[in-house]
């Protein structure tokens, strides 16, 4: 490939609404353009880097035994009415008619349609295990896009589905998608870790994340650096930080704190640590029965904690969903406004739930249910009855691990994702098979989706410096770029560029050779932009003394080389690149 005869197109600034860097950078490498909110084309370059995401994913998937199809993107309403999320999918789910006023929806991911294949296709036991994939376009119409690809609204994923007799061949199938996700990332050339983590709209029972580890990733990962533990913060268990509840040793009293709000207003105030205190949240579950009113919760985790709620929403009585307390709600239930709630003798029957870690402290500080008032001195059994006890908070950096060790706590952008699904759509959808006694048997399901889109832009946010981009060898647009000094003035300089130029191609390594008639400055700003992992400096200065210049982008340092020794010194750094991660 000549760079005279390819489109490079750079830009010395990113649009305004480019808040991340991988939006900035691809803006700004020309690998992207947008055309509306969250919708992108992908130009050139930017589509040599998802077309090698999309190969080493498809070479691992095959391996593993999956099989190829394409579904389509437009689908009919009566399949994801027979699964139920024709209403329960949310605004996302775009809803579209055709000419003779039909539902379709423009699919945000293709479990309906692979459970209607399978049952049409799949008649007996013999057929299983399968596991089909596609590499297709999705579109969710966020509310929000944003991040460029990071969180568009059209988007290429890999979904993959398997069909199991029954579920310990199901686990089977998992444990193959997980180890085939494994390889997929590490081929990628990321730095990522693979985590437990909530089954979410999907379904199922058991689920990993595949997260690339960044700064500015969106999800935050608890692990164990000691052991291979590692869960998303919204599936990580919290323990309980006091192993046994205190001497009820101090007097319940009402104490003035006028415009104190806040855990931490409070605890100054009274000059005692956070951790004395408790917050106290105020949550309506949605009613099984539409006959029945809403329930109130109070939901108390210590001061220093956050609520998690996707472990509030598997409680039972949460089934329905929840939100958080009105204002009117709260004054009805407890007398007070927002800041100054409390356990203490409610107004109005409420349903305590205390995280393990505040079930367990002694003394402590709450709101007395009334403005400008806290409570201190406050112990269960004494002062009020026993609350409910679960796991509700965060887990916070330094918590001890359950299984020995201490816990961290690192920032992930996830690029994966695969789930148990069990028979959650094979039995909506009555995808059944005959099985060796016969009888017809509900299959079991798994879903392994893979964000091709989004990985290019993880990739950036781990991997780029203040000149721009340094792409991982795998998935770099170009392995190596040629650049000549004085390409149209130096026979001498031309003839050298085009015999490496030909040599690295025999050998197999996707180079560039740019012919532009460009100052080196820019030629060189543009690659740095770019990202290419190693650049290649050929002039007359150099050859006269029989050198080549070759720069490794992540490294920005010059190294001189012998002009015979040109290729197999490219061929070897190529090969310690693929083994940096």
Avoid at 83 to 105: A, C, M, N
Wanted: overall charge negative; aromatic content about 8%; glycine content about 8%.
């Amino acid at each position: 490939m000549r760079a005279s005869q390819y489109h490079i197109n750079t830009l010395k600034e990113a649009p305004a609404e480019a808040e991340v860097t991988s939006h900035q950078l691809m803006t700004r490498a020309g690998m992207i353009r947008k055309i509306a909110g969250g919708i992108y084309t992908y130009m050139p370059l930017g589509l040599r880097v998802l077309k090698k995401i999309e190969n080493i994913v498809r070479e691992e998937m095959d391996r593993a035994g999956a099989i190829e199809l394409l579904m389509p993107i437009v689908q009919p309403a009566e399949l994801w009415e027979e699964s139920g999320r024709w209403t329960e999918y949310g605004p996302e789910l775009l809803r579209i008619k055709d000419r003779h006023q039909r539902d379709f929806v423009l699919q945000p991911t293709s479990e309906e349609v692979i459970t209607d294949i399978a049952r049409n296709e799949i008649q007996s036991w013999r057929q299983l295990p399968v596991n089909f994939y596609h590499i297709q376009t999705k579109f969710r119409d966020e509310r929000r896009p944003r991040f460029g690809l990071m969180r568009g609204r059209e988007f290429t994923m890999k979904d993959a589905y398997s069909f199991d007799r029954n579920e310990e061949d199901a686990q089977a199938s998992y444990d193959r998608m997980y180890d085939a996700y494994m390889n997929i990332f590490t081929r990628l050339g990321l730095t990522f870790r693979a985590v437990a983590a909530d089954t979410g709209s999907i379904g199922g029972s058991r689920s990993h994340e595949f997260q690339v580890i960044a700064d500015t990733g969106e999800d935050l990962i608890v692990y164990n650096p000691d052991s291979q533990y590692a869960a998303n913060i919204e599936l990580a268990e919290a323990p309980c930080l006091i192993n046994q509840r205190g001497n009820a040793d101090a007097s319940m009293q009402k104490v003035a704190t006028p415009e104190m709000p806040k855990c931490a207003m409070v605890a100054e105030h009274l000059q005692r640590p956070l951790t004395d205190t408790v917050k106290s949240i105020v949550v309506t579950a949605e009613p099984a029965n539409e006959d029945e009113s809403a329930a109130i919760y109070l939901l108390m985790i210590r001061g220093d904690h956050e609520l998690n709620e996707i472990k509030v929403g598997k409680l039972e009585g949460f089934e329905r969903g929840f939100r958080m307390a009105t204002d009117d709600e709260i004054k009805a239930a407890f007398g007070c406004s927002p800041g100054y709630i409390g356990p203490v003798n409610p107004k109005a029957p409420v349903t305590i739930i205390a995280d393990h870690t505040v079930a367990n402290m002694s003394n402590f500080i709450c709101g007395a249910n009334e403005d400008g008032f806290h409570l201190s001195g406050v112990n269960w059994a004494r002062d009020l009855p026993e609350p409910e006890v679960a796991d509700i908070r965060n887990v916070v950096v330094g918590d001890p691990d359950p299984r020995g060790g201490t816990l961290s706590i690192q920032r992930g952008i996830e690029v994966g994702h695969i789930f148990f699904l069990g028979d959650k759509y094979s039995k909506a959808l009555q995808a059944t098979f005959l099985d060796t006694d016969g009888k017809p048997a509900v299959m079991q399901m798994g879903c392994y989706g893979i964000g091709v889109s989004r990985i290019s832009a993880a990739a950036i946010e781990q991997n780029h410096d203040e000149k721009g981009i340094i792409w991982p060898r795998a998935i770099a647009p170009f392995e190596v770029v040629i650049c000549p000094m004085g390409w149209h003035k130096s026979e001498t300089v031309r003839q050298a560029c085009e015999k490496l130029y030909q040599d690295l191609k025999n050998q197999g390594v996707d180079a560039i050779l740019d012919d532009r008639d460009i100052r080196p400055g820019v030629m060189f700003a543009d690659w740095e932009l770019i990202g290419v992992p190693l650049r290649v400096t050929i002039g007359d200065r150099g050859l006269n003394e029989g050198l080549i210049e070759c720069q490794i982008r992540a490294e920005g340092q010059t190294h001189k080389v012998p002009v015979e020794n040109g290729t197999t010194y490219v061929l070897e750094q190529l090969q310690l690149l693929s083994r940096s991660k």
